[in-house]
């Protein structure tokens, strides 16, 4: 009989995969909570930890759940369990699910986020925005090429249309003809400069400062807001398919699910026949 897999296999893979050590100084990767010993029978893969993705943990059967952002992210003081963040540590707790998190050291790996979020857009010879050490392949964001030019128009309605969006906020003068565009999954507006910097017309991102908003405008670059949701959650479908690999290559058949509940927590509201009556 084979050994079973145990979440310290996965904590090791993951580690070769987007390298723990690359997380920036201020951030909080790898276990969060749990037993590196567990056997793992199922991993439920998604952006945000959250009690709905909790239970469709527990209803799925996946007791490991590999998110983007990080369940505990400053020290903790207290554990109020009455609260919705000690609910969460206690159902955790209580059904033996641990909550593993990749969070910088995904976004600076060559095949990371920005680079999930690239590939969607159909950019060509990509590099990083900024760069990390001596490795040329490592750092925030990516910049590239479209295949071919596109209209301004045209290419917003591609940016929604790939991201499943149906409103784009857009910050500075849309170009006529569009060939270089930087990305940066999440919240990437201080790189506004180097995506100039880099030759990009057009710099898509997330949470865009309103200051940096106000640049754009004087200062000739396109930034679209795409949010941090339909930004990050891009690379989702990349970690699925990178543990069903790891897990194959063992021999495994632990079943590695995609969440199907979570969607982004901010909604458009569209109103029709608004009169606006002066003040």
Request: glycine content about 8%.
């Given at each position: 009989?084979?050994?079973?897999?145990?979440?310290?296999?996965?904590?090791?893979?993951?580690?070769?995969?987007?390298?723990?050590?690359?997380?920036?100084?201020?951030?909080?990767?790898?276990?969060?909570?749990?037993?590196?010993?567990?056997?793992?029978?199922?991993?439920?893969?998604?952006?945000?930890?959250?009690?709905?993705l909790l239970d469709e943990a527990i209803e799925s059967k996946a007791n490991i759940?590999?998110?983007?952002?990080?369940?505990?992210?400053?020290?903790?003081?207290?554990?109020?369990?009455?609260?919705?963040?000690?609910?969460?540590?206690?159902?955790?707790?209580?059904?033996?699910?641990?909550?593993?998190?990749?969070?910088?050291?995904?976004?600076?790996?060559?095949?990371?986020?920005?680079?999930?979020?690239?590939?969607?857009?159909?950019?060509?010879?990509?590099?990083?925005?900024?760069?990390?050490?001596?490795?040329?392949?490592?750092?925030?964001?990516?910049?590239?090429?479209?295949?071919?030019?596109?209209?301004?128009?045209?290419?917003?309605?591609?940016?929604?249309?790939?991201?499943?969006?149906?409103?784009?906020?857009?910050?500075?003068?849309?170009?006529?003809?569009?060939?270089?565009?930087?990305?940066?999954?999440?919240?990437?507006?201080?790189?506004?400069?180097?995506?100039?910097?880099?030759?990009?017309?057009?710099?898509?991102?997330?949470?865009?400062?309103?200051?940096?908003?106000?640049?754009?405008?004087?200062?000739?670059?396109?930034?679209?807001?795409?949010?941090?949701?339909?930004?990050?959650?891009?690379?989702?479908?990349?970690?699925?398919?990178?543990?069903?690999?790891?897990?194959?290559?063992?021999?495994?058949?632990?079943?590695?699910?995609?969440?199907?509940?979570?969607?982004?927590?901010?909604?458009?509201?569209?109103?029709?026949?608004?009169?606006?009556?002066?003040?």
């Amino acid at each position: 009989m084979s050994s079973p897999l145990l979440l310290k296999d996965i904590l090791t893979f993951l580690g070769e995969f987007a390298p723990w050590e690359l997380a920036e100084t201020w951030d909080n990767v790898g276990l969060m909570i749990g037993n590196p010993d567990q056997n793992v029978e199922g991993v439920l893969v998604a952006l945000d930890p959250s009690l709905s993705l909790l239970d469709e943990a527990i209803e799925s059967k996946a007791n490991i759940i590999l998110t983007h952002h990080p369940l505990i992210f400053h020290p903790l003081k207290s554990i109020n369990t009455a609260s919705p963040f000690g609910k969460l540590l206690k159902k955790a707790l209580n059904h033996n699910i641990a909550i593993v998190s990749c969070h910088t050291n995904l976004d600076i790996i060559g095949n990371g986020v920005s680079d999930a979020l690239s590939s969607t857009l159909g950019l060509q010879k990509t590099q990083p925005l900024t760069t990390k050490g001596t490795d040329q392949t490592l750092g925030f964001g990516k910049v590239g090429d479209l295949v071919s030019p596109m209209a301004g128009s045209s290419f917003l309605k591609f940016v929604a249309e790939k991201l499943g969006l149906t409103g784009l906020p857009v910050a500075g003068s849309l170009p006529e003809s569009i060939t270089r565009v930087a990305v940066c999954g999440g919240s990437g507006s201080d790189l506004a400069e180097t995506a100039q910097s880099s030759g990009a017309q057009v710099f898509i991102t997330a949470e865009v400062k309103h200051s940096i908003a106000r640049w754009a405008e004087e200062n000739g670059l396109c930034i679209i807001d795409a949010g941090h949701f339909a930004t990050e959650n891009i690379i989702i479908p990349r970690l699925v398919s990178e543990l069903k690999d790891f897990l194959a290559e063992k021999n495994k058949q632990i079943p590695v699910l995609a969440s199907t509940i979570q969607s982004n927590p901010l909604r458009l509201h569209f109103f029709k026949d608004m009169t606006l009556t002066p003040t």
